[in-house]
């Protein structure tokens, strides 16, 4: 048996943000992965960069990873696509328009910048956008990247410090020890299981399963310059049971664009539905009139794993397991892209037992354990 300071279960870009940080300090790090590095709801995200303020503790946590994505923008490779165009939450009438302001005051609180945009400046701003919107939120400092390439980052800078990797699935993962297909048994005081949808580890793990679609088109330089949102988006994220589609789109470095967003529960068939896209492309025209002029190139479908209380779990497992070995990165939903290095400084800090830029209580597994946190209202 190899022993390690810490295993993690799960290379996609949560895991493989976790697996750096830990070698950052000189740890032993074991990084497992079942199938492809990043191939998974990585390779199926839409990979935002953003802070959204559906509650106080989403809003410091994006807002902190979003920082942190900033501070190191500079050390990505080319692949990996990053860009700070911003994103602008489209208003499409005025009761909207009420929220864009009521938003505003909310970032203006917690220092991120953010702008609200009259209809004339809105038009400027995205010209393809019909007119007769009633205006939108510009916060400039979000972006966008490719997230397999931010992933790989990620994983190349552990492994240059140390960390290995293992390709086999891991078969059981409890009291400081993981037992894989390919019959190597690993050691190390902590695991932490960075594993998506895919939780057959600790059956306990509340996680929910959405399923979505994503449409990228053909190249069209010029046609979209920022990410654009419907205000509209974070009504149909709060659904549980209902499938539900909302605006939302990216330009890539490529000239493509990047099409979401439709969230679907109950659904585990991982192939793309006709009537889904349908959905998608025609609440998009209805925003973007011109898209249907464009070609489309592929389509695909991915799975989020979300939690009962849409905030993702980092932490120790107490509560869900008592395995004190076990720790978890997990749930995040659509936003394991933007939280990936904020949840890693988390992690580590809450090994160290050393003092976080934010409060980590909000994302610990064990709030999961309180009765009333069980809900899919």
Known sequence: ????????????????????????????????????????????????????????AQLSLTAFSRSLWRQESGKLPKSAEYESCGTIWV????????????????????GIEAHALTPAELAIEEPNLRRGLAGGLLVPQDGVLYPPAAAGFYLAEARRLGAEVFLARALSASQGRVSLSNGMNLVAERIVLAVGVECELLP???????????????????????????????????????????????????????????????????????EMLRRMIERAKEYMPGLEKLSALRVWTGFRAATTDKLPLIGPAEGLSEDRSLWLAAGFEGLGVTNAPGAARLLLDGMLGRESAIDAKPYLPARLTEPARFTHA
């Open 91 to 110: 208003a499409a009438d005025e009761e909207e328009m009420a929220e864009v302001h009521a938003r505003q005051k909310v970032y203006d609180k917690a």
């Open 1 to 56: 048996m190899k022993p390690f300071d810490i295993l993690i279960v799960g290379a996609g870009i949560v895991g493989s943000a976790v697996a750096r940080e830990c070698a950052l300090i000189g740890w032993r790090v074991g990084v497992i992965e079942a199938g492809i590095p990043a191939g998974g709801a990585t390779a199926a995200g839409m990979g935002h960069v953003v802070v959204m303020d559906d509650s106080p």
């Open 204 to 274: 306990s793990l509340p996680i929910l399963k959405r399923k979505g679609h994503l449409i990228i088109t053909d190249c069209y330089p010029g046609f979209l310059h920022h990410q654009l949102v419907e205000l509209g988006y974070l009504k149909s994220a709060h659904k549980v049971v209902e499938d539900s589609v909302a605006f939302n789109i990216q330009p890539r470095q490529t000239g493509q664009l990047l099409l979401g967003s439709s969230r679907q529960y109950s659904n585990e068939k991982p192939e793309a539905e006709a």
